[in-house]
Each structure stands twice: as structure tokens, then as C-alpha cells.
């Protein structure tokens, strides 16, 4: 078979399956990478022995002479202490992640006042106390220096700052002049709905234009058509045990993916080998998504194929159910072939079954919804009943509106929210209609393209500076309190529309006439609607500390089936006859573009591109059979280098528009398709998102029922440009996957040479190393015996030695705390929120893309990502690295002055004072986890110079650095160091989480509980792959995880005794389906 | 022996010092009458002896009463003495009724006699015992050491002496076998000046100087940025021996952080306010210091009301509202306002405002925080949690912070160095027994204990002096 392993099960990119010897030799250097700083070329460092000691003697005098002065400190008391602070003990509130559409419920910690760290709240039946790299990253946004700071009036292009006293008296004549229109993104919130009511009864004619830069406004009409219903249903995905996706990104991107992956995991955890059992997922898609990456099987179709593969699968089903079948364009024959068997095993799962569907035709939704009716999932794995409402725009909403505005029948318009100047795809022809409104006011509290065109700035509060609720699901409540006074003069939108109705409602004088008026709407509907608390204060103080309020879930309500599925049919999408599609998605990172200004998450790799700081053409990959593997077709000879770091530029023409994006090599791509991330591109935006990228909402089209389509057919590909713009982490830390698996005579380690030449029977296995295991379902049983036979071969090898690992056990770590890990590999579904959650817990810096693109990002938490299985359409797995606290650990051997060494309770510490930055400690991490501050990161050195492309140092020009500002620092964990240049660092296991923990069991006389301590990565999982907690106490959740068998070491063969298992990754293929 | 002569005279200089201030007064009485003083009548009585309080200046008081006799019965019950109508006690009920002297009927004649002595001494200013007395502390601790270097300095110029002696011998022997052998050939005899600008002689100097140097450098620079007995002046003039010393306040009163958070926390000011709504002229500064912690707050101490809108008052408000109570204070106690109370309320107002603003930080707002100087400073890459010492290590506040009760300004008592609190930590036993956290971990040391095989577990044994216990 064409597509046939040749010379390495997993693999992490092309260079590594071609055993490209370069790449091969770079990845057994310390930080695969050339020597760093020579690469700069406007740094100069020839120093010579004479400037050695010049600058030695400069150095030490200086810090003689500052340490002479004692510097006064001023330390400040409160005035009037609260009851509820004390410094330096943290406190948290029950709160909600509202942003548009998305929602979390939250619990935010508080430093002194100040918010540090958002956790999951798990009294939330939707969340479940998950959270999502973006929750993890908003608090970084409230300390935004970019943030409007005051109301501000556009005098003809010049931006004036004005107090609210004088807006509201400009504004309140200039509304009362006609319509207003308020457009928005969907909003939650009953409350703000409400208000929002008041507002457009004071001005007649007046509206609501809602819509979403990802939409679902096609499944709305849809369900609307079918049902009667205008919601996305109430999915269990933890219901099913048949899952099949057309294009829905629901573990990463879609409607409310925390929720979902929750589900999901529950359907794909084992946690006894021997009862497994697993849902089948089955993707169908054109470009990798993480939900694809997560699938058993992707079945690969065209963008515009979509509609036929709905169909396909509708027909295939009801032929065989006995239903009639529809009249449907035709899929390629591959999908057809695999969709017409996993309609079998549907059909067979019935009721057991749910198919989702990402696409915004209203044709192919109401045939989604026909397959689900057939196959009894209505009831079962979906219902009505707790309706989510996450996603409420209806796209030909928006376009009626500049529709108006261009007849000039509107009078103001306020933007609530909502960028459409930037994320429509004619954001060009709204901006011209936008222009012919008289009083444009904007509530949005940082700079956008919308914004930028409007007449007037009212700018909100952060969500974390106010008042507010939100019902993500009907009958599901939860309510957002402040935990910082505002910062800047800013005011909450909703009040503003109060005051401009002149509502009777509110109490303008009071301190917070918001909140009252909250408080009131909750006692008139929240309260009345329920009856476990007597009095409204009560309820509302219980509610405001829970963060929540769920009334009792409803009957699953009976909806008719009124669905026209011959009338849907035709409306599909028939597909494109173009050579090359190109498809457009949201990435977990930067959303539609409203998250792009989140330095946090343009830094996090995107889990599929693995690329940072912008979006990447996703091209495809293409195996001669033989060894050598490229670009197809137009995108030949591309990006061959990409394991050095340098890709290509293409042009690319969509819709006439021609653009300039750099590419990337994407395994699992379809051939003739590419894939390119929305939200990128913003020209008007805080500093970290504007030029970042390529903006491709121009690209878009808009179908006959006014819904936005996410693919184009690409019109011409031309010319190419080599590229060093490529901040890519999949070659960076690479854990020595080196060598060939059958005879040595590739390249391999010049240690491991020696070492095999010793013989066998020693560590002479080590080419083969154990990084990644996986293994199918079907296969359990047969696997479970070579993994025990392969363990049990480790553990020989480990005990040859002449300091046998159980005894030092019984020694150092059998009393006391002994620290561990275990991550489920078959429920990290590789969303990344852990990597933001560590971020913000340690104070890791931000440092921009050029320092990336040298291998110089710092995050402690890396997930590593490695293909297996078919070359042209991989599964993929995902491996959460970070410092596996090894018990014999290679890096403290090696350190000249023990600035790493071990503690008497399992952890690797680092004592960032004591470091003098040998880097010995990286060089001999196999894990390759240890990161080191090559630059003054937090302070001086970088960012914002280096955000923009890989030149390297643009002169300082003045403007304060990010991560120096006051503003930024706020958001410092302050029980964690903040390191500077030339230290190493690397993951704590969250030590100052372990020590708070014990402490708070010691102040209180009492054992530590499980759950006391649980590490940041831990708390932010949505799904639980984490646990975190003592090996030592057998009660505990890690000790029960630590017996899986399927559990394994990551390099276990080299006898370091990591505190990190890993249970194997297993997927529920059945070859059977797409042979 | 020489050493021996010095600490000789040293001894004799002492004796003669202590001799010439007991030929004075007796140093001891009066310092018991200070303690006394201070634990008894301190809190009414000004400690200057000369301006009132809540009770009279307490200068020439003797004079006043003219009887001891009766002053001892009105000091150990004045009620009774008013009963009786003796007329100096009538005198001064009503002029301070309905303050009542609280009564000692445990202190004895001697008592106060001591605490007479003290009062006659302070108010003439020539309290030796309080001085005086520290001199001889200072005097007397040479002869506490028993220091050796005078020893070892005279022996080493002996032994350097002795070499150039035997240098030069050997020098001329060399010489004369020379002369002896070669006659007039024989190379000149080697000088004094010769040997020292040798090769040999230069190196070993230049080796002995770097290494000296290097020694010293080395160790001078570990003590930089250290601040041990750093004592800056605080805006506000507290003292800690009136509050913790004499009134004998918990120190977990103010400083409430200490039990249950990494900081003990400076205490707000309406922490302050729990004592001073009532207390409102200090025993030593009258209304200096105090107002500072009203103006902060924005009490109205004439009203004795919280100022409403306080924030929003500008400055010019403000000083009229507590230089007013100031003057009132003044004219209350003098019985007139005058030039000299003028200066006085103005020098206390320029004092509130240095107290309350910054101008280095740009606090220009007199509402707010007091603006107390740090005198803890702990490196940033250290991580210290006064919860953990104090609750569940049971550690007294002295051990660290010193006598902070006796300091009337507070000084950093302890090196705070890495050293010092390893070696703490490394002989300090764990609160093993009664806390119940201990019993679910740590078997192995359970059951040594039971054994009689260990005697206690210090803080090192479970893991105390490690890496990340505090750097993180």
C-alpha cells in the first residue's frame, strides 16, 4: 500500500519522515537551533577578551555602587480595610465569561483587589468547571493598555477625550433625530435584553441587528423551518456512541466547544482496559480542524462537496430505513463509498447516534436534521429542552441593514460588540453605507475597524469590572460580578442605553445604578421562578456566590418534524467545479478576529498549524510511495524547508482579491483544497493583533438566503517567495525522535552509538524510543501484553544499575508528599487551554514572533503533537509536555552550581537565583523542557520591536515595552518570581499552588485533601486529562489513575523515573469503514 | 602579659564609671521607678514629666503635695483621699473630675520612691540610670570577649622579626663561606632590600594581597543590600514600647495578617481608630501624631464623626478642620492661644501633610494612606509567609523582629540572610505533636520518635531547607 509506514510510526513533519539528515542532526542539539544570537545581524557581540574584562570590571562596580544605597520602600496600608481582603491571601468570585456567543462560568481569583487567574467554575452544569485557552487569556485583556480609557468624540478625524456628563447631553439630542439601530454580536444576557427593550421603545423605529462573524444563522432558520424553534439544540455528545461531524469544529471552535469536549471525553476515556468501550467519531471536512484531529476518521470532501455529502449520507440512510431519498448532487467517490458504510453503523447505533453539521446552509441543516430524525437522535442525543442560545444571529439581518443605511432611512446606529467593518465579507460595502449615518456611537472598550469609523465612543467596562447575567442555555442562569473597580473612566453599555432612554428604572445617582437594576429584573423573573429560597436576598446572595442559577431541567418538550427535505435538498451546495477550494475557519486562538489583540493567544500555537503570531496557508502533503513527499499540484516544491525554518510565500487570488500569505505544509489536508484562519489581518486593533496575519473576510461570499459561506474556489496561485516568516514550534523541542527503527545505520546520537556498541541488552534500544503509544480499540488485548512485556523489558534495564531506584524510593520519598501527574491522552483533545492557564499562573512572558521563530518561546507546557497512520489522511495524537519531574533526573546531575536539584517531595526545583545559565540542565533534559531567557523578556529587551516578522531588532522607539508596562504587571501572580535574562526555567508543577495548599491544611490541623492541590493546567483542562495530586496517598484521584494499565512512561527505557504517566492514546478505527 | 595589662585598666576605667554614677544617683532605683513609670502611669501621665495629659504634669510633684506621706495614700487610692477631703486632693478632682485616678494599692513605699526618683531626675534632665546606664553596658562588653587578636598580632611581628633575624644570619653565614671560598670574587652580600624585591618575595606579596582582598571583598559583598538594624524615620512618630511594651497590645491585634497570610500587613487605619476614637493626645506628642491618623482617615476629632465625603474635601478644608482641633487641644491645656501655639499648629499641620503625601511617588492628596517606610525588604525571588511562622509554627514574634516592644522605633533586628534562616530552619523543631497535619505523613519519623531513636523533628528533616520551600 501507497501509504504505508517506511520508517517511523509517529512522525511530527515530512523532514522527519524523509530522515532529512540536516533536520535529524538539529534536533539532538540542545534547542535544535543554531546558536541564537549570531543569527541577529543587528546585534553585534564580537566581544573580545579586552571588552570581557572591561565590561567585568564596568559590572561589578555598578553593582556595587547600587547596592551601596538602601532604596526606601513606601509601604502603604489600606485606609479602611475590607473585611473580605487580606493581603496576601487570595480571594475568589463566582463570575461569567460572556464574549458574544462564547461562555464560561468562571471563578475569578483576586490578588489585593486585583484580578490574577481565571479558574472554571464547577457548579456549572454546562462547564463543569472546564475552561478554554480564550477564558484562560481574558484576564490579560483587562489590563489592555490599548483600551479606551474615556469617551471620545471624532472631530473630522481628530479623536477628542470628553466626560460622560457631555456626551450624554450630545448624544440624547442627535438619537432622538430618527431610527436607531443597535447592531450587536449574540447577547446572553436577559438582563441587557431587557434594557436593550427600554431603549428601542424611547426611539420608534428603532432595532436590533444581531449577527455572528462565525455563524449559525442557516441551523437557526433551519430549525426554525423544521421545528418551530429558532435554537441550536441541547447536544449530549456524551450520549452518543456514534458521532459524525460535517465541518463542525465542536471540540474546538463551535457554538460551545468547553461544554462539548467535556461530553466527548466522557465517551472516549477508558479507564479499565478490559471494560472498554469508545464512541466512534467520524469528521468530514476538507481541512484539518481539531475535532478532525481528534476523529477516528476523517472522510475528506471539497468545501463545496459538503452539500453533497449531506445529502449522500441522508439518502444512503433512508434507502436503507425505507425512507424516501432525495434528489442530491453527487460526492466524490471515496467519501461516498465511506459515508455509505458509516451509515450502516449508524443505522445500527440508533438512537444512540448525532450528527452535527458546521456548515451555514440552511439545505444542508434541515438535512442534518432529517438524518438525525431517522436515526431517533432527537430525544436521545439531542433535545430542545435547556436550548442553547450561544449562537442568535441571523446573517440577512446585517445585510438588510446596510441595505438601509444606503437608502439613508437610518438615523444613528450604535455598535454594541460588533466589529462588521471588520468580519463581514462586504465589510468594504458596509463601511460605505456605515459612512452615510449621521450619529454613529460605538460601545466597545478597544480600538476596532468599526470603531475607528464611528462619530462617537461610549466605551464599556471590561466583563471583569461588571455587572451582569447570562443564559447560555434556556433555563440555565449566571451572573457576572465585578472583581475590580473600573480602571479607566469608562461606563457599562448597558447603563449608557438607560440613561440615553431616560429609563425610569434607573437611579442615575446611585453608585452602581446597573447593578440595581439587575438586582430588580432578577427579583421580578429569576426569583419568582423558583422556590427553594423565601426571600430575594437570599437567593441572590446564594446565586451571586455560586455564580450560578439552573432551574430544575424541563421534560424534553415533543417538536413536530416539519421538515421539507426535497425543497432543502436543492438548496445545497453543489459542488465548485474550481481546480483548487479554499476553505475558512475559526481557530481556538483568535476566534473571528475579536480575540487577535490577546498577546497570550496569538503566542499559543494554533493546535493544528503549530504556528504562532498569524495565519498560515494550509497546503497539502502528497507521498510518491516511496520517500519523498511535497506539495500537490500548484503547491509543489513548497515549503521544503519548513524543519529549518523557512516557508514560502504564494499569491493568491480569491474573488478577484489578490493576497500575499505564507504557507505551511499540512498533513491531512485534501488535495486541491487549502485552508486558511479567519480573524487575522486586523488593521485597526490593540497592538498585538493589528498586521498580524492575512485578513480573508474579503474572500467570503454571501449564499441566496443572505448566509455567509466559509470557502471560495481560488482563481489563480502565482509566484512564489522564500520566506523566513515562519514561527512554527512542531521542529522545536523535538524528544530525540531520531533514528530509523529497523538497523542503525542512519543518522542517530553519537551518545546512543557508543552506547549500542556496548551491546545489547543495555540502553541499545534506544533508537526505538517509547514517546508515543497507541494502539486501536480492536487491538487492546493484544497491545496491553506487548506493553507489559515492554514495560517489564524497561524496568530490567533500569534496574541495572548500581543504585537501585526502589530503595532510594524507600529512603527519600516513602513518608511524606510525593508529587505526580497522569494525563489521559485519549481525552486531551490538544485545545491548548492549558497552556494559557500556565502562562498566567507563572508569569511565563510573551516574546513575540521573531523570538519564536529562533526557538525562544518560553512556555512551560508545550503540547506536542505527532501524526500516525495514513501519510495523506493521519490520525493525530496529543502529548502535553512539560518538566516531568524526574526522580533521577539527568538535568541535575549536570547543573555546576545545583541550581536545579531535588526536594524531598518529588519535585525538580529550580532556583532561579542560583542559576548562572550553563544551559548543561537543557542540553541533558531528554524531554527537552526546559526553556531558557535568552533575552530580558519581561521587561526590556522585547515586544513590542519584535512583533512584526522576523527582522530582527527594529531600534526601541520609545514606546514602553509590553509585560514593562504598570498596567500589564498588574496581572503578575505575585507568589511567582518573574525571571530575568539568562536564567533557566522550566515547569514547577504550580510549587506555589502545593505549598498553599499545605499550608491552609496546617493552619487548620487536618491532613491534605485530595483536590487541595490541584496545578493551573489541572483546573483549566475541559476535560479532565490532567490530575494532579500525592502519589503517596492512596485514596487519592492520581493513585486510582495510576493504575491504568494502559499507563506509560514517556522514555521510560532511560531510567530517569519521571513523575508523569501518560495512558496510551487509543483510537476506535475500523479499517473495515474506509478501505 | 600585655593583653592581659589592657583588660586590667579596662576593668579599673569601668569601676571608676560605675562608681562616679553611684556617687549621683542610684542608677538601679531609678531605673526600676522607669519601669514602674511605664507600666503604671505611663498611659496618663506625660513622660516629659512637664505638659499634661488625662492627668496632671507630674514634675515637682512632691513639692506640690508637700507631704509624701499623703502623696504615697493618694497614689495607692485617691478616691479615699477625696473622701477625706485632703484639700490638695480636692484641688485636683475638680480640676480634672470626672477623671479618676486609677488606684495602686500594690505598690509599695519603695515603689514610689523609685518612681520619685525617676520623675525628679527626668524632669531635671539628668537621668544617669537611663544614659548612663547604657554606657556601662557599652563599657563592660570588652571584658565579656576575650579577645585574642592583640595575641596573635604581637606574636606574628615576634615571628616576622625572628625571620628577618634568621634571614639576615643566614645571609651573613652565606657570606662569609663566600669571602671564605671565592675571596674578593665572591658576589656582594645580599641586602635587606635585595630579598624583599626578589622574584619570589614580589609574588607572594601580590598572591597574599589578592587573596587578603579577595577574602574581603567577597565577604563584604555577600552583606550588600543586607539591612540589619535599618531604622528608618517613620512618618508617624509610633511607638512601639507605649503600645506593645507598656499597654501590652497583641501584636496579632494590629498586625492581624501575621496569622493567617504571607504578610502581616501594616494596619489600616481605622485599626488605629479602635483606641484612638478615645485616646486623642498622646502621651509623648500630644496631637502631632495622632491627627496624622485622623487626617488619613478623615475623623473629626472634636465631633468624634467619620467626615462624610472626606475624599472630596480639598486640602484648604481639611487643614482648617484639624488645625482647629489643634489649637482647641493647645488653648485646653495652656488655657490661652499664643504665638508659641501658633507655631505649634503649624509646625504639627506641615508634619501631617509630610506624612501623607509623596512627593517622589506624586501623592499630592492628603486623604489616604500614611506612608510608612518599609524596613523588611525581602529579594523578590523570595517567598516568605508569616502564616506558616507564626499559626502553625508557633513562632514568637521576637525571634525575628527582636524586642520590638521595648523598641521605641522600630530597627530590622535580624540579618534576614539566607544563613540566618537556614540555620533557623535547621534547629528549630517541627510543632510535631499538636498539629494533626503531621500525623497523616512522615511514619517513618512517627515511629522513631516512639522508639526513642529521635528526640524531635527540625524543620529541615521534612524538607525545610530545600530550594522551593521558598524560591519560586
Known sequence: MKNQNKNTEVWVGVEHLEQDPIFLESINREFNDTPALLQADGLKLGASRRDFLKYLGFSVGAATIASCDIPVKKALPYVVKPDEIVPGVATYYASSYVKGGDYCAVLVKTREGRPIKIEGNAMSSLTQGGTSARVQAAVLSLYDTNRYQSPMKNDGGKWSKMSWEDLDKEIGGKLAAGSVKVITNTILSPTAKKALGEFLAKYPGSSVVTYDAVSSSAQLQANENCFGKKAIPNYMFDKASMIVSFGADFLGTWISPVEYARQYAVTRRIEEASKASMSRHIQVESSMTLTGSNADHRVLVRPSEMGAAVATLYNAIASKTGEATVSAPKVNEKAAAALAKVADQLIANKGKSLVVCGTNNIGEQTLVNGINNMLDSWGNTMTFANASLQRQGVDSEIQGLIREMNAGSVGSVIVWGANPAFDLPNSDKFAEAFAKVKTKVSFNGTPDETTALCDYIAPTHHWLESWGDAEPKEGIYSLIQPTIAPIFKTRQAEESLLRWAGSQNINPSAEQPYYEYLNANWQSTMFTSQNSFATFEAFWDNALHDGIFEKPVAAFPEFGWNGDVNAAAAKVTKPGSGEIEISFFETVNVGAGQYADNPWLQEMPDPITRCVWGNYLQIPIEFDGNKSFDGVGKFAGLNNKEGYKEADQIEITVAGKKQLVTCVRQFGQKKDTVGLALGYGRKVSGAAGRNIGVNVYPWMSIDADGNTQYFATVDTVSGYIATTEYASVQYHHTMGVTGKAKGYEGEVNVDEIALMRVGKGFQGSLVERSVINRTNLNELPTFLKELEEKRAEFEHLNQQTLYPYDQFVAEKYSQGHHWGMHIDLNSCTGCGACQVACLAENNVPVVGKFEVYRHHEMTWLRIDRYFFGDYENPNVVYQPMMCQHCDNAPCENVCPVSATNHSSEGLNQMAYNRCIGTRYCANNCPYKVRRFNWMDYTTADLFPVNEHGPEPFVPYDGEVPFYADNLTRMVLNPDVTVRVRGVMEKCSFCVQRIQEGKLTAKKEGRALRDGDVKSACMTACPTGAIVFGDTNNEESEIAKRYKNELNYIVLEEINVRPSVQYTTRVTNRDEALLS | ?472
Request: proline share 4%.
Open chain 2, 1 to 472: 602579659m600585655i593583653y592581659k595589662r589592657l583588660n586590667y585598666s579596662i576593668l579599673v576605667l569601668v569601676f571608676t564609671f560605675s562608681l562616679s554614677s553611684l556617687f549621683a544617683q542610684d542608677p538601679a532605683a531609678i531605673d526600676a521607678g522607669k519601669t514602674l513609670f511605664k507600666n503604671n502611669c505611663a498611659s496618663c501621665h506625660n513622660k516629659n514629666m512637664k505638659d499634661k495629659m488625662t492627668g496632671p504634669a507630674l514634675a515637682d510633684v512632691q513639692a506640690r503635695w508637700g507631704d509624701d506621706k499623703a502623696l504615697y495614700d493618694w497614689i495607692r487610692n485617691s478616691q479615699a483621699m477625696i473622701a477625706k477631703g485632703h484639700p490638695r486632693a480636692v484641688e485636683i478632682w475638680n480640676e480634672y473630675k470626672p477623671v479618676v485616678m486609677t488606684s495602686f494599692p500594690s505598690l509599695s513605699d519603695d515603689d514610689i520612691n523609685n518612681i520619685l526618683a525617676y520623675i525628679n531626675c527626668t524632669a531635671a534632665g539628668n537621668c544617669p540610670g537611663v544614659d548612663g546606664g547604657k554606657k556601662i553596658v557599652d563599657l563592660q562588653q570588652p571584658e565579656a570577649k576575650s579577645d585574642n587578636t592583640l595575641l596573635y598580632a604581637t606574636l606574628l611581628v615576634i615571628l616576622v622579626l625572628l625571620a628577618v633575624i634568621l634571614a639576615r644570619i643566614i645571609s651573613n653565614l652565606n657570606h662569609i663561606a663566600a669571602v671564605r671560598e671565592f675571596g674578593a670574587d665572591a658576589p656582594p652580600r645580599k641586602t635587606l632590600a635585595d630579598t624583599l624585591t626578589s622574584k619570589g618575595m614580589v609574588s607572594f606579596l601580590i598572591f597574599a594581597v589578592i587573596l587578603i582582598g579577595g577574602y574581603f571583598t567577597v565577604r563584604n559583598a555577600i552583606n550588600l543590600g543586607r539591612q540589619q538594624g535599618y531604622q528608618p524615620t517613620q512618618p508617624i512618630k509610633f511607638s512601639h514600647a507605649t503600645h506593645a511594651g507598656v499597654h501590652k497590645i497583641d501584636c496579632n491585634y494590629c498586625h492581624d495578617g501575621a496569622r493567617r497570610s504571607k504578610h502581616s500587613v501594616i494596619p489600616a487605619a481605622n485599626t488605629c481608630l479602635n483606641c484612638h476614637k478615645a485616646i486623642k493626645v498622646g502621651s509623648q506628642y500630644g496631637t502631632a501624631e495622632l491627627t496624622k491618623i485622623y487626617a488619613s482617615i478623615g475623623f473629626d476629632p472634636k465631633g468624634d464623626t467619620l467626615i462624610k465625603n472626606y475624599d472630596k474635601k480639598t486640602d484648604k478644608e481639611i487643614e482648617a478642620i484639624y488645625k482647629s482641633w489643634i489649637s482647641d487641644s493647645y488653648t485646653k491645656e495652656k488655657g490661652t492661644f499664643d504665638a508659641e501655639g501658633e507655631a505649634l499648629v503649624n509646625s504639627q499641620w506641615d508634619g501631617i501633610v509630610a506624612a501623607l503625601t509623596d512627593k517622589e511617588s506624586g501623592d499630592t492628596k492628603i486623604q489616604g494612606p500614611i506612608e510608612w517606610v518599609r524596613i523588611h525588604n525581602l529579594p523578590d525571588h523570595v517567598y516568605f509567609n508569616h502564616a506558616q511562622h507564626v499559626s502553625v509554627g508557633k513562632v514568637a514574634c521576637q525571634s525575628c523582629h527582636g524586642k520590638v516592644e521595648q523598641m521605641e522605633e522600630v530597627k530590622q533586628y535580624s540579618p534576614l540572610s539566607m544563613g540566618w534562616c537556614i540555620n533557623c530552619h535547621r534547629e528549630t523543631p517541627v510543632k510535631f505533636a499538636d498539629n494533626k497535619y503531621y500525623d497523616n505523613y512522615y511514619e517513618l519519623y512517627h515511629e522513631q520518635m516512639k522508639n526513642l531513636e529521635r528526640s524531635n523533628v527540625t524543620v529541615e528533616d521534612i524538607g525545610g531547607t530545600e530550594c522551593q520551600k521558598c524560591h519560586y
